[in-house]
Every structure is written in C-alpha cells, then in structure tokens.
C-alpha cells in the first residue's frame, strides 16, 4: 500500500478496469454488448483488427467490450499484465495447461485438487501429457518429481476440500530455480484474501463462478498472467511465435490459438454479471470470513461433531501460514465429520437455511456431502488425500446473521 498512486483493494474493486470513455456515454456500470459480431467501417479496418495491427472487436469469440472490462478489472485485482475470461473455471484451467504443455511433456499438480480438475487430468493422459501428483507441495517432494519433460507446477492456493494451505513465496522461487512456471488456481482463497501473483506466481487460474460472481448466478473462469514468467523457446514451441509480444506472450498464444479455438469464451452478460458481483466482493469476503471463524469455532466446542476444518482455528495444520499469507483472514469454506454417512445425510437434509448444492462462493451458506457427489468419480485414494471421507461434509458459508446458521446447525446435528 505504500504506492500513493495505488488503489486499495476494495476501490479497485470497483473502479479498476473502467469501460472507457469513448465506448459508453458515461454508464456507470459496462453495458452489455449482446452481439456476436461488430461491423467496422471499412475492409481496412477488419483486415487490420485480424492481423493484430488495429485495435478493434470483431466478433465475441475472440473479444467483447463487456468480456474485456471484466478482464481488465480481473487482472488489476489479480496484479496481473492481462486477462483471459472463460467459459467457466475448467475451461481456464483446460487452457493453460494445454497452452503449455503437449504430448509428450510432463506437469507436476497436488494430489489435493477441485475433483473436476483430478478428473481433466485422465483427460489428458489420455493426449499424451503426464501428470505427476505430489502429496505435498513442498519443494522436496517437487524435487522428486520434476523431470525434463516438466512444463509446469499446478496448485491450490487453498485447497478445496481439505483445505490445505500453498506456501506460494518459497514454492514459485523453487520452481522458478528449475525455470519452471507455477500455476496456481486462486479460486477458493479468491483475491480477497490473496493475490498469489504477487507472492510470485506466474499464472492464477480461477472459476469466478465462486466468490468473484458471488451470487451464484452464472459460470466463468479467468486466466491472469502475471507476465514475469520468460518462457524458453524450445521448452514451450507452442509460445515460441509470440514471445516477440513479451509480457502477453502467453496470454496472445491463447487469445489467437488454443482458447479462441476450443471456443472457451464468456458469455456478454456473465461478464456483466461478474463486474457487478466484483464490486462488493471485499465486504462479502469480509462477513463470510467472520461467519465462517464463528461457526467452526462453534462447531469444534460443541462435541456434536469432530475434526473441524478451518485454517482459522489456532490448532489448524495451516494455521500460521494462512494468517502470514492471507493478513489474518481464512476463507469461507469450514468441514467437519459427522461420525457417519448416514449422519452426515440427516444433516444435509436437516438444515432449514443452507441450500444443498455442490457449488461454493454464493452469498447463501451451502452446504454438501462431498463423497458422494464432487468425488463421486474419484478413487479411494484420490478421495482421502484431498481430505474426502464417508462422513465429511463441506459448508460454503454464507453472509446470513451467524446467530440463525449456528441454531439451524445445532439443530440439524441434534
Ligand atoms: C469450481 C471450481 C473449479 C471449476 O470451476 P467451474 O467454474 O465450475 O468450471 C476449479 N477449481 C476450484 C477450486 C473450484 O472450486
């Protein structure tokens, strides 16, 4: 905060990313360009826009004026060079890795991962590219599976649903010794309560379907390159062509290649919608993050259930790192055990307040029985490293008056 000329992040929640003034006559909010095409003047000018030589829209696959605000605001908040808005959050993170690795190569990824991820990874196994999982992201597990063909290191900031917690700052600089890249999927934290580009990660991957939209209300992703990452021409052919654009080589090889190409673009108004979920993004973190350390505390004295967790309780494996991490704020996701399945089912379906869906990131608590449903196609083995057993339940908590969540919860565990 020391930069005068900086937002803070609350302002730049809300003012960073503005359309500009020569696209709206002054609206406040970005319009939504609801069109598929944008016709320009002359032959000239498409030809010009096509090449990359005028700046221009053409048609929304490629580049959308609401689609742009959202990225430009993504990538202020993220303190990134640029943007790339997807479909949804797998369709980000589809895209980096493929953007950067092909046949052949090699990524190292956590074995704790979002299960749609774990599953995308036998997807691309089966086009050649490996993947090798650590148990730990710790640079000495790194070390023992990092090979030649490495392109990447793949992590959670905090990880959905063990939530362990990625030591950024001493992960990137050993992956950077090894001139590789760290991409870390940032959804779970959301940059409220971290901004992992500037703890030195290259890329962050996120599903703004989350914490960013807010209001649970439309799926997307982003893609925010920090631009610091120099990407070595016979590592990544893929790249080589676009490292003459420097700092945006990765995101250009993108915009022109891969993610205009498997038509992973966002919708207009899901950009919209997410511009205006941005905005108050910091107060709702704020109150979830209370509502969540009150109710894991009080869930972890109430003796109705065990192993509670929440990097925020003192005891947490992750604590003291998530408080040096994230400045004293742990995120809106708490777990617990019920003792069994069939408990942890009578609770999900006893809750007046919390909604049950697999989703997290909306303003209303959420509350799931993971086993059975985001792992349902995981292993055993997948299941109980990423922290998934029979009787576990995720809560994605809300901004309700924490008093009402905690009676329904004693009253559902009752
Ligand atoms: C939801 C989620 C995703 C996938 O995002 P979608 O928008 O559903 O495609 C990826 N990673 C994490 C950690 C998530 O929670």
Not at 210 to 221: E, P
Request: with cysteine; charged share 20%.
């Amino acid at each position: 905060m020391a930069d005068k000329n900086k937002m803070r992040f609350a302002t730049a929640l809300l003012h960073a990313g503005k359309p500009d003034g020569g696209v709206t006559p002054a609206a406040t909010m970005v319009p939504v360009y609801q069109t598929s095409a944008f016709q320009q003047e002359s032959a000239e000018r498409l030809e010009g826009i096509f090449h990359n030589t005028q700046p221009g829209y053409c048609y929304t696959r490629v580049g959308n004026p609401t689609v742009s605000s959202f990225e430009r605001r993504m990538a202020a908040i993220e303190g990134g060079v640029g943007a790339l808005a997807c479909a949804s959050g797998m369709a980000a993170t589809f895209n980096v890795i493929c953007g950067l690795c092909e046949a052949g190569d090699e990524l190292v990824a956590s074995s704790c991962l979002y299960g749609g991820t774990l599953e995308l990874f036998e997807d691309l196994e089966r086009m050649g590219i490996t993947v090798r999982r650590v148990d730990d992201v710790t640079p000495e597990q790194l070390a023992g599976a990092v090979t030649d063909r490495t392109r990447l290191v793949f992590a959670e900031t905090i990880s959905n649903p063990r939530l362990g917690v990625l030591d950024i700052p001493s992960v990137a600089a050993w992956c950077h010794g090894q001139g590789l890249p760290l991409v870390v999927d940032n959804t779970v934290a959301s940059p409220y309560l971290c901004r992992p580009l500037e703890l030195g990660a290259d890329v962050v991957v996120e599903s703004t379907s989350k914490y960013v939209n807010g209001g649970g209300n439309a799926i997307s992703g982003v893609i925010v390159d920090s631009g610091k990452f120099r990407w070595d021409a016979e590592r990544y052919p893929a790249l080589a062509k676009w490292r003459k654009m420097g700092p945006f080589a990765l995101l250009a090889r993108l915009r022109n290649g891969l993610w205009r190409d498997t038509g992973a673009c966002l919708a207009p108004v899901t950009a919209f919608l997410n511009c205006v979920g941005l905005e108050t993004l910091a107060v709702r973190m704020e109150r979830a993050c209370e509502n969540s350390l009150e109710l894991a505390t009080w869930l972890s004295g109430s003796g109705l259930v065990s192993e509670v967790g929440y990097p925020g309780l003192p005891d947490a494996p992750d604590h003291e790192l998530a408080a040096r991490q994230f400045g004293g704020k742990f995120g809106a996701l708490v777990t617990f055990r019920a003792g069994s399945r069939e408990k942890a089912f009578k609770f999900v379906n006893s809750v007046r307040y919390a909604y049950r869906a697999s989703n997290i990131g909306d303003v209303k608590t959420l509350v799931l029985h993971p086993a059975s449903t985001i792992f349902a196609d995981n292993t055993p083995e997948e299941r109980e490293l990423a922290g998934v057993y029979d009787d576990s339940v995720r809560v994605s908590v809300g901004i309700e008056d924490v008093e009402d969540l905690i009676e329904d919860f004693r009253q559902a565990l009752s």
